[in-house]
């Protein structure tokens, strides 16, 4: 039996808030946001960080009882300690706080015995839950029984889990650390014309091949598929040389989620992380605007994103006149900028999630949205001059 491993932010008395990250064994790369979303509010609340451990049978429990919990008709599976290293806590808290990718990561948590006796209340925030994937989850879903507030990361599911659980769910979309996107206070040049993660449009991807062959533009694409799952060997390293590419790029690729998997969406529109990487980075968005309301409420000013055919059959048009026009271009990357850092930091997301566990921001969260502040204003002057 393991003690309680938590790591208390130095120079903070008691900690009030309980928080379990993955870090240490899940290391894909598509979890590393998640995992800046945790250092962000570590930077800025009292957390005891649960520095959960694989053991000799992770593996197992991972691969074998989790695909036994799809068959578990007594749906009582769900509830075991999948392998990892058991954990009891010490001290009592406020709030335990688990944030995850994915529905089928909350059974982490059961390696922390007795938490529910040990924390006031309790958030779980899931940020990829799909309408459509609620019916196909339905055994993994008394998981969620021991939290008193469930928070999706994509707006429309959460009814359907509602539904499924019986009682409401939050809706509060992703966000991104913008002090490390940003390219304020210093701006560097943006030596990369074109800049492409992830899911693509195949067509978008073969007229911006041949625009940098014939132009001579440097275009950074993925080469290897399956890129998001693999791992990375430090998470942080990874965001910050994903943020210090971004902020180098005139042009940032998106794209909605499940763009090109409509099978799995059931008509549901995401605002996916990609816009909020690029937007904080200063770099024009290229691509499609999600058709959604979510969108529409949180990217409400003009050019947030440049549209561009999914066929791409205009994609080279669309650029060469935006390459023609350097001021626009100004424009449209300060504001972008500047919007990130006034809206979408995870520190504004954390805050929602206190407000709604009952607990007040912390003086260092006022701190950081008053550097945030800061920064916008930088932002906004420089894209109001002339240069």
Known sequence: MYLNTAESVEGWC????????????????????????????????????????????????????????????????????????????????ELFMLFCPFL?????ANAIQGWRDQCRTSVCWIDELWADDVQHLQNWLPVLNRF?????????SGKDLGDAIG?????????????????????????VDLYSIGRRWEGIHRSLLNLAARKEMFYIYDTLDHVAIGETRDYAQHRDLYANITKRSRFFIVAPGRMNFPQGTRGQVVVGRRYF????????????????????????WPHAV??????????????????????????????????????????????????????????????????????????RERGSVSV
Not at 25 to 47: K, P, S
Not at 148 to 156: A, E, K, R, S, T
Not at 285 to 295: H, I, K, N
Request: with cysteine; hydrophobic share 40%.
């Open 104 to 108: 089928q990561d909350v059974w982490y």
């Open 148 to 156: 008193d507030h469930v928070i999706l990361g994509i707006p429309g």
């Open 306 to 379: 440049i549209e561009i055919q999914p066929d791409g059959s205009d994609a080279v048009a669309v650029i060469s006149r935006l390459l023609a026009e350097p001021e626009r271009l100004r424009e449209i990357s300060c504001r972008n900028a500047e919007e990130a850092l006034r809206r979408h930091d995870w520190v504004y997301r954390w805050k929602e999630i206190l407000r709604i566990a009952g607990l007040k921001p912390t003086p260092a969260m006022e701190a950081r949205e008053k550097r945030l502040g800061e920064l916008a204003e930088l932002a």
């Open 277 to 300: 990487e690029g937007l904080a980075a200063g770099a024009v968005l290229v691509g499609q605007a999600p058709d959604s309301e979510a969108f529409r409420r949180n990217f409400d």
């Open 167 to 191: 009682r409401p769910c939050h809706e509060i979309l992703s966000g991104v650390d913008t002090i490390r996107f940003s390219p304020y206070p210093n701006p560097p040049a943006r030596v």
């Open 14 to 93: 008691k900690p009030r808030i309980c928080m379990p990250t993955f870090s240490a064994f899940a290391r894909n790369v598509f979890r590393t946001g998640t995992y800046e979303a945790e250092d962000v509010l570590v930077g800025c609340d009292d957390v005891d960080v649960i520095h959960l451990e694989a053991s000799n049978v992770s593996a197992f429990g991972n691969r074998v009882l989790g695909r036994l919990v799809y068959h578990d008709v007594s749906r009582r599976l769900v509830s075991l300690n999948p392998g990892l290293r058991p954990v009891r806590l010490t001290r009592d808290y």
